[in-house]
């Protein structure tokens, strides 16, 4: 059975993958403090393991980080990087950064982070020959799966992008050759907000699909003016 931030949810009124996909936000201030329960955690996880992956390699690990020293550690790693990134602004933008919240690592209680092993599966990965980036396109897709997941389970998704990588590896243990791909804070929440953070404080609108849709062939920069 699933939950949202109202309650349980019988298996007939989970939302379709339409409305989850509408619906799935990056959580940043609407947890609710509660930590994820294991059993809710672990189907989030299972459907994250199913995702698609070249040659079937499955590149990915998943660390459950829940420890308060842990947590607040990070936090204050990120915070300093945020410092950081909002010193280097335009005056305009550092304004309009200025409200936006950019991690809940220690209000969602839980963190995950997804790993990526490009050596998972041995030399000749089926399908990764000629490209090799489809290993790392792989656990992207686990982390897709794992977001629209907790979305229908009403727990939120927060994917936090201000650290140093080294310093994650050594903070959770990550071994030489592993790479932490995403640091996720995951906790019920509030609310899902009707309009994504980036686009209600001001900082960019989404670009419209007709602008992405092309037929045949990509549009010349001339088109595209």
């Not at 909002?86 to 690592?105: C, M, N, Q, V, Y």
């Not at 995950?112 to 490209?131: N, P, Y």
Request: glycine share 8%; charged share 25%; net charge negative.
């Amino acid at each position: 059975m699933g939950v949202c931030a109202e309650g349980p949810l019988a298996p007939a009124e989970y939302p379709n993958v339409y409305d989850v996909i509408r619906l799935r936000r990056d959580v940043r201030a609407e947890f609710t403090g509660a930590v994820v329960d294991n059993a809710t955690l672990l189907r989030i996880l299972d459907a994250a393991h199913r995702a698609p992956s070249v040659g079937n390699s499955m590149p990915w690990d998943f660390v459950v980080v829940r420890d308060g020293d842990t947590l607040r550690t990070f936090a204050d790693h990120v915070a300093d990087k945020r410092r950081a990134f909002h010193a280097s602004l335009p005056e305009d933008r550092a304004r309009t950064f200025d409200p936006i919240k950019i991690e809940g690592i220690v209000e969602s209680g839980t963190g995950i982070v997804v790993t990526h092993d490009q050596s998972r599966g041995g030399t000749h990965v089926l399908g990764r020959a000629t490209v090799p980036e489809t290993g790392l396109y792989s656990t992207i897709l686990a982390i897709q799966n794992l977001w629209l997941a907790a979305t229908a389970e009403g727990v939120g998704v927060g994917w936090v992008s201000f650290y140093d990588t080294p310093y994650l590896a050594e903070l959770i243990g990550v071994p030489e050759g592993v790479k932490p791909v995403a640091w996720l804070c995951v906790g019920p929440v509030r609310e899902f907000q009707e309009i994504p953070d980036l686009e209600r404080f001001g900082w960019r609108n989404r670009r419209p699909l007709e602008a992405a849709v092309h037929w045949e062939r990509f549009p010349s920069r001339e088109q595209r003016a």
